[in-house]
């Protein structure tokens, strides 16, 4: 069967609200496609993955979206990507979900510079070049940016190290951005993930052979459905919020780290991956 894949099509959204996701083509992106186009919302699906925005897009139903391959990391891609939106929306987007990430499991030690440098490239400048290339449509809509960040942002998470560090820049940019963007009728939202299963549990390091999926099953650790993620970013889109948490464990990560910093440090040093 041939898929028609629509790029730009003259104001397809129809009046319908609308939402640009990054990372669209699996994991919570894809949940969160799947459960906003249920609901009625448009859906601009982005992703470097073309073969699987194709089926994110059958999946949606071809005529609940759009999609635009796009790597977040290029300015130019995201002004294309949004330019093509925009035509399908009549220049708004209600949301834009910055949700595209990777992560790289492993001491600092073991992981390459590639590694190190692809984290901070996807999950910190992709998420500010989205929130640049997006005010505009966002300011059109009167809308909501909300940005993928992770309980990895809520304390420092050992073999983890990159990526929590890129996931406290995302937090940081969404507490800043949520007061600049006011003045423009936009607000801002945080969402912070427990464990949550999708394919980037299967990251490793270049230098390694352990993956984050064998530690949480050796360690016990609870992991949420991917739609127990795409909800919460339902209710973010549709709350005032700054920080919205995904499972029981975040939350608790949330209330130990405000209150207890000390005691989840002394954890973390015998079990070296988060636990609240
Ligand atoms: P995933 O690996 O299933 O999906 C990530 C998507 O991002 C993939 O489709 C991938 O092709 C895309 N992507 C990667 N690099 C890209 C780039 N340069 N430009 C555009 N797209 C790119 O992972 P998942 O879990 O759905 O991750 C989504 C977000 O949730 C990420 O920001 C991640 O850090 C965050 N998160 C995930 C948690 C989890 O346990 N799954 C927990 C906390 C946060």
């Known amino acids: 069967m ?6 730009g099509n003259a104001m397809a959204a129809n009046g319908r609200k609308s939402i640009f996701i990054t990372g669209a083509a ?4 894809l949940a969160c496609a799947k459960r906003f186009a249920a609901a009625g919302w448009f859906i601009g699906l982005s992703d470097i ?10 999946a949606i139903g071809p005529d609940n979206g759009s999609v635009h391959v796009l790597d977040v990391r290029d300015r130019e891609g995201w002004a294309n990507a949004l330019g093509d939106f ?3 929306t009549g220049g708004k987007a209600d949301v834009i ?4 990430g990777v992560a790289r499991f492993g001491v600092l030690e073991d992981l390459s510079d590639a590694d190190c440098d692809i984290q901070v490239d996807v999950n910190i400048k992709g998420v500010i070049n989205g929130a640049r290339a997006g005010l505009p449509l966002l300011k059109a809509a009167g809308g909501r940016l909300i940005n993928v960040a992770s309980c990895a942002g809520l304390y420092g998470s050992p073999k983890l190290a990159v990526y929590s560090a890129t996931k406290f820049a995302v937090r940081g940019l969404s507490e800043a951005l949520d007061v600049e963007y006011a003045q423009h009728g936009v607000s801002v939202a945080c969402v912070m993930p427990w464990f949550v299963a999708t394919p980037i549990l299967n990251a490793g390091a270049s230098g390694s052979n352990e993956q984050m999926a064998d530690a949480l099953r050796a360690g016990g650790l609870e992991v949420y459905p991917v739609e127990d993620a795409a909800q919460v970013v339902w209710d973010a889109a549709h ?11 975040a939350k608790q990560m949330r209330f130990a780290t405000s209150h207890m910093a000390g005691s989840v440090r002394k954890r973390l040093r015998s079990q070296p991956l988060l636990s609240s």
Do not use: C, P, W
Request: charged share 25%; proline share 0%; no cysteine.
């Open 97 to 100: 979900l910055n949700n595209a």
């Open 49 to 58: 993955d073309r073969t699987g925005l194709t089926a994110a897009l059958q």
């Open 239 to 249: 709350g005032k919020a700054l920080h919205y948490f995904v499972g029981k464990r």
């Open 26 to 29: 699996s994991g919570i992106g």
């Open 2 to 7: 041939i898929t028609m894949i629509r790029e």
């Open 86 to 88: 925009g035509r399908e």
